[in-house]
């Protein structure tokens, strides 16, 4: 009894500290922005638009080294336009700083001030579409910083993405927000020349930020945060799975391969390259500010990674694909399931065993098993667990069962859960047969899953893209052994996921 109280009390606090906890990174029934206006979705791609989750965000990010490059004029030369003279702005006042919290200070401080930008419809978020945005700490810590910069005589608008790559809590989700606060008002000309050519309708809408800034335009409304949010479309080409300057290892490769930059940085620095990790941040942080060359080179760094944006049709971390397979499939490859008698738990048991050799059929025999690469490599673990989700929600929803499969699309562990009721309850595990901790997985993972959502019916399935040596023996064994102790041992699916000679694509 005390155990459950404190299990109570705990949870309890966590959700009045942290109402959204409960709902991290869920997604339990995805809406795209095509299939809500009723549009085909190839027209928002010709577009070079992305087609947005109105419901959950797409973990993607717009990063500021790519607009000028966009293949949107908007974007190309307004946004950028936008960019460089915002940014430009804040240099001039942190160079009339004398010291914190002066006026100069305190002008820049205001410029630095990026609410959340929840009408895109990108981030980390996933059960919303609603971010965090930048604090008066952090905002205060990076003045600091980006004061220390500009005293070294550098006037370069990027500096403040730059400061990524050494800062605590500049991450992906800083670095897009920041980047759309300043650059809404063109996102919004965007809009405004797109949506009309699509045939969606617009209204008037004003977006008010938290920092006092306003925007007004005609805009395609967002009716899943509210009918007065608007969705704010964004082009594809200016978005990455992370933003650059996040990325150490890739500014450090582009970096190493030139020698004009290898010739001027010392051999600590160097020696980083090879290392290709952030966790010497604080090296690279009291290298970049020592002096300005120091800053220069660090900044040519920079702009020399060239980086691409986000490959939207091989989507090699399944980002976006599974997104598309919810919305056709079950036209595309029709299932018809028997609704069980009572939705308890052995009829929520026989839907997702039916779902199962559904997603088995889909890959060994559809061919599916080709949306678990990206050219002949297999993509993240994550992409085969959003795939199985796609098949679920959509033969849930075709056949108008009474379930509710949901899935974390975040960066921890990811779990499938398929419940009716508190009774009817049955989760879920999906793993590739390379996954290091795919026997740990089952032993562990699977049975805290269980427990957590109180139930005693488990699902193991194993993809096999390689690699599974002996570990599909070890599981069986331990399967084997449990059941003959009389526990309840949870199931255990093994699909075929190599490679076919041809794709079936929807």
């Known amino acids: 009894m005390t155990s459950v109280l404190s299990i109570l009390i705990a949870l309890i606090l966590k959700i009045y500290f942290d109402p959204e906890a409960l709902f991290m990174g869920k997604i339990r029934n995805p809406i795209r922005f095509s299939e809500h206006y009723g549009i085909d979705g190839q027209?928002?791609?010709?577009?070079?638009?992305?087609?947005?989750?109105?419901?959950?965000?797409?973990?993607?990010f717009i990063d500021p080294l790519l607009l000028e490059n966009s293949s949107h004029s908007e974007i190309s030369v307004g946004a950028r336009q936008t960019y460089e003279n915002h940014f430009g702005t804040i240099i001039k006042f942190l160079a009339k700083t004398k010291v914190p919290k002066d006026v100069a200070w305190n002008s820049a401080a205001r410029?630095?001030?990026?609410?959340?930008?929840?009408?895109?419809?990108?981030?980390?978020?996933?059960?919303?579409?609603?971010?965090s945005g930048s604090g008066s700490e952090m905002t205060g810590h990076y003045i600091e910083t980006a004061r220390q910069i500009v005293e070294l005589g550098i006037e370069d608008p990027d500096l403040f993405v730059a400061m990524a790559l050494f800062e605590n809590g500049v991450g992906p989700d800083?670095?897009?927000?920041?980047?759309?606060?300043?650059?809404?008002?063109?996102?919004?000309?965007l809009n405004e020349r797109i949506l009309p050519?699509?045939?969606?309708?617009?209204?008037?809408?004003?977006?008010?930020?938290?920092?006092?800034?306003?925007?007004?335009?005609?805009?395609?409304?967002?009716?899943?945060?509210s009918s007065e949010d608007p969705v704010i479309l964004v082009p594809s080409d200016i978005l990455r799975h992370l933003p650059i300057a996040?990325?150490?290892?890739?500014?450090?490769?582009a970096a190493s391969k030139n020698a004009q930059i290898r010739s001027r940085v010392n051999d600590q620095i160097a020696q980083m390259w090879q290392v290709k990790s952030r966790k010497d941040k604080d090296e690279i942080r009291r290298w970049a500010l020592a002096d300005k060359a120091?800053?220069?080179?660090?900044?040519?760094?920079l702009h020399g990674a060239n980086p691409n944006a986000y490959d939207m049709n091989g989507d090699p971390l399944g980002e976006v694909f599974w997104r598309k397979i919810a919305a056709a499939l079950a036209e595309e490859e029709p299932l018809a399931i028997d609704p069980p008698r009572k939705m308890d738990l052995a009829g929520v048991e026989m839907v997702v065993e039916a779902i199962i050799e559904q997603f088995r059929f889909l890959i060994e025999d559809r061919r599916f098993s080709e949306e678990l690469y990206y050219y002949g490599k297999p993509r993240p673990e994550i992409a085969a667990q959003r795939l199985f989700f796609a098949v679920a929600h959509s033969y849930c929803k075709a056949n108008d069962l009474d379930l509710?499969?949901?899935?974390?699309?975040?960066?921890?562990?990811?779990?499938f859960k398929v419940s009716a009721?508190?009774?009817?309850?049955?989760?879920?595990?999906?793993?590739?047969?390379?996954?290091?901790?795919?026997?740990?997985?089952?032993?562990?993972?699977?049975?805290?899953?269980?427990?957590?959502?109180?139930?005693?019916?488990?699902?193991?399935?194993?993809?096999?893209?390689?690699?599974?040596?002996?570990k599909d023996e070890r599981l069986l064994a331990i399967r084997n052994e449990a059941s003959a102790r009389g526990d309840i041992a949870s199931r255990i699916d093994f699909i075929d996921g190599s490679r076919r000679k041809s794709a079936s694509k929807l």
Not at 113 to 131: D, M, N, R
């Open 174 to 189: 800083r670095i897009s927000d920041m980047t759309a606060n300043v650059i809404l008002g063109d996102l919004i000309k």
């Open 294 to 301: 120091s800053f220069e080179t660090f900044m040519e760094m």
């Open 246 to 253: 996040t990325d150490w290892s890739s500014v450090a490769d």
């Open 421 to 470: 009721g508190f009774t009817g309850r049955a989760v879920v595990e999906i793993k590739l047969s390379r996954n290091s901790k795919l026997v740990d997985g089952y032993i562990k993972q699977l049975e805290t899953y269980k427990r957590a959502e109180e139930t005693v019916s488990g699902f193991y399935v194993v993809v096999d893209v390689g690699k599974m040596g002996q």
């Open 197 to 225: 050519e699509l045939g969606i309708a617009t209204q008037p809408m004003t977006i008010a930020l938290k920092n006092g800034k306003s925007h007004s335009g005609r805009l395609a409304a967002n009716p899943y945060i």
């Open 404 to 415: 509710t499969p949901e899935a974390e699309t975040g960066n921890g562990p990811v779990d």
């Open 43 to 60: 027209a928002l791609e010709d577009r070079g638009i992305l087609d947005p989750t109105l419901n959950a965000d797409t973990r993607l």
């Open 111 to 131: 410029l630095l001030s990026f609410p959340e930008i929840k009408w895109t419809c990108l981030g980390y978020g996933a059960q919303s579409v609603a971010g």
